[in-house]
């Protein structure tokens, strides 16, 4: 995406900045420092510098949005952009102030809500750290960018961790995330040099559960994973751009590792591992008695049943009442498994690399042996995924076969994005004729509250079968070949659960609305217009227009006007872009027939 040529200028442009703040870093004195609104500091050099990186950055690439820490007005612009640019001018400003040379400048490229290009340059070294052409570099001080040194991140070794656990941000999440792991050894870094050490080897994982901003991570995320690491989210999918006000969910910044252990994640939030473990042993007990549990994804939540039980995936049709030609998809915890159950095609693989684990099922042909009768129930298809979600990757691999999920709603309603909404559909009994729910695993609110996107990777032409979280232009870009869309064909013999209705609450829902009719509620996008602002039945998708947000908020809204007794549910439009995409399908389906 980015030439050598303008590397090298990304890099001038980078020192250009070390000046500027090594300029008034030597001449510092405390009436220079000003607070922002959250009371965080703010220097002549954040201003400066921040000048000069985004006039830079206009020049080289002057048709890129720009969103800068210390630009309020670029971070109202933006709206799901699909190409942009993140600029922390002075990342550890505290740092800055107190003299410590752990202050660094930051740029990184979005696209998609992926970082793709990174660069983090320390003003009191000169040092610059960028990725370019999937590797991860460190340029010192004088040199040219012939002489730049590859970085790699090291394997970590779990018998002897390295933690960098920010002593200035300890929480008590992470007090208990710290024994847990009982790291044995732990350093303390300022800013985002923290991933420079990652991706130089120098240290293991990051955990992070103080408040952090898009800024402060997308260059180190964008390095790190050139170097070898990676920086999840705590619903263990990679982190992306562009959220709600640029605020990061807690994560885990790491090194090389094939086998991340899912409690590191699932205590990055408060949990009492007492609590959990006997949860989870009670869950696992009850998915071998054939029993169902209901457990969280990044998705939403799903009704699972053990894969090696007809009798047990029957009950998930019972107790959803699932038309019974409608398959289910196995959910694995990781791509070699997955293999023993169905043929990899080459995209399969490249799709796999990219969004596993994560929101993305594929579809391949059956391999044949006794498990996989079962687990397709007959089919020569099966439909497959590997949930990024901690607790639903833990369940799955202390169960050690796959789990058979669908969402746990009643079939063709509203699916369930928190424990309460299953609580709503299965309960208050939570059994019947043939079937017997025995757990709601709560791990509160689903971040992403949209179905994985379907895929059918038989061929050598992918084609989505369900849109979802995993957009087309995503799907394109890594496997830059040509992706078929059923959607337009509405086939439902290929794809049985892609009905035309479906994912219906119990009012009508109206989509693209633009005035109101009687005893309706109304789902808005953006500020809500005057003529409904007296309205006592409006929930807001998203005020800011906000892709993400109105995708997690999609089915509690539903859901919640359904709860108000409204005979019709009145839409505003949704741009029909990247994540938009799905959820303007769920409610084309949500509103069939009207
Ligand atoms: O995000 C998700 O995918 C959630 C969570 C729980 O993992 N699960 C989910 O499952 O949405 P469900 O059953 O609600 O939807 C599965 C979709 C349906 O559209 C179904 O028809 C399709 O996957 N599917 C399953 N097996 C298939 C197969 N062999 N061929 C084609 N489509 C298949
Ligand atoms: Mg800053």
């Known amino acids: 995406m980015i030439s050598e040529r303008k590397i090298i200028k990304l890099i001038d442009l980078a020192r250009k900045c070390n000046l500027c703040a090594m300029s008034h870093f030597k001449n510092l004195d405390r009436t220079q420092v000003d607070y922002k609104e959250d009371q965080s500091p703010l220097t002549k050099a954040d201003i400066e510098v921040n000048n000069i990186a985004v ?20 971070q109202n612009a933006l709206k799901n952009n699909k190409v942009f640019w993140l600029v922390d001018p002075i990342d550890g400003t505290k740092e800055f102030i107190n003299k410590s040379p752990n202050f660094t400048v930051n740029f990184a490229l979005i696209k998609n809500n992926f970082p793709i290009f990174g660069l983090i340059a320390q003003p009191h070294t000169d040092i610059v750290w960028y990725n370019y052409n999937d590797k991860a570099w460190k340029l010192e001080k004088n040199y040219k960018f012939e002489n730049a040194k590859q970085i790699e991140c090291s394997t970590i070794n779990y018998s002897k961790i390295t933690t960098l656990s920010s002593l200035n941000h300890r929480t008590k999440e992470l007090e208990n995330w710290m024994s847990l792991v009982k790291p044995f050894k732990d350093i303390d870094v300022g800013s985002s040099i923290k991933f420079c050490y990652l991706a130089e080897g120098k240290v293991d994982i990051y955990p992070r559960t103080a408040p952090t901003m898009e800024w402060d991570i997308a ?35 790491f090194g090389k590792t094939d086998n991340l252990p899912s409690k590191f994640l699932i205590f990055l939030n408060d949990q009492n591992f007492e609590s959990y473990e006997n949860d989870m042993n009670y869950a696992v007990d009850e998915l071998k008695k054939g029993n169902l549990i209901a457990f969280p994804t990044e ?40 293999e023993k159950y169905i043929e990899f095609t080459n995209i399969a693989r490249v799709l796999t690399k990219n969004f596993w684990p994560g929101p993305l099922t594929i579809i391949g042909q059956t391999k044949k042996n006794e498990l996989t009768k079962i687990l397709s129930q007959g089919k020569n298809t099966l ?57 709601i695993i709560d791990y509160g609110s689903c971040s992403i509250g949209l179905e994985s996107t379907v895929i059918d990777c038989r061929g050598e032409i992918p084609i989505i079968l369900r849109h979802g979280f995993i957009t087309k232009e995503m799907i394109t870009d ?39 009719i009687e005893n309706s509620g109304w789902l808005t996008f953006g500020s809500t217009p005057k003529s409904l602002q007296k309205h006592k039945n409006v929930f807001n998708l998203s005020p800011t227009k906000n892709l993400f947000q109105a995708c997690f908020l999609l089915y509690s809204g539903l859901r919640y006007l359904d709860s108000l007794g409204v005979k019709n549910i009145q839409v505003m439009p949704i741009p029909n872009e990247s994540i938009g995409v799905a959820i303007n399908d769920r409610l084309k389906r949500a509103s069939y027939k009207n």
């Open 383 to 439: 439909a497959l995924r590997v949930p990024s979600h901690p607790v639903a990757l833990d369940l799955i691999k202390r169960v050690n076969l796959p789990i058979l999920a669908p969402s746990a709603n009643l079939s063709g309603q509203v699916s369930p994005t928190s424990a309460e909404h299953v609580i709503n559909d299965f309960g208050p009994v939570f059994y019947g004729e043939g079937w017997k729910l025995s757990k």
């Open 219 to 253: 260059a180190g995320h964008s390095i790190l994973k050139a170097a070898g690491g990676n920086l999840y989210c705590d619903n263990g999918f990679e982190m992306q751009y562009g959220k709600i006000d640029f605020k990061n969910p807690n994560f885990l910044a």
């Open 55 to 74: 006039e830079g950055l206009k020049k080289l690439f002057p048709d890129i949005e720009i969103v800068s820490e210390e630009s309020k007005n670029s």
């Open 478 to 516: 890594v496997l830059k070949t040509n992706v078929l869309d059923l959607e337009n064909n509405d086939n439902e013999l290929i794809s049985p659960g892609q009905l035309k209705s479906h994912y219906s609450p119990k009012a009508n829902v109206f989509i693209n609305q633009k005035t109101s």
């Open 299 to 338: 998705t939403v939540y799903g009704l699972g049943a053990i894969g090696n039980s007809e009798k047990a995936i029957k009950s998930i049709y019972t107790a959803k009442k699932r038309p019974l030609n409608n398959p289910l998809i196995a959910h694995t915890f990781s791509r070699e498994e997955a």
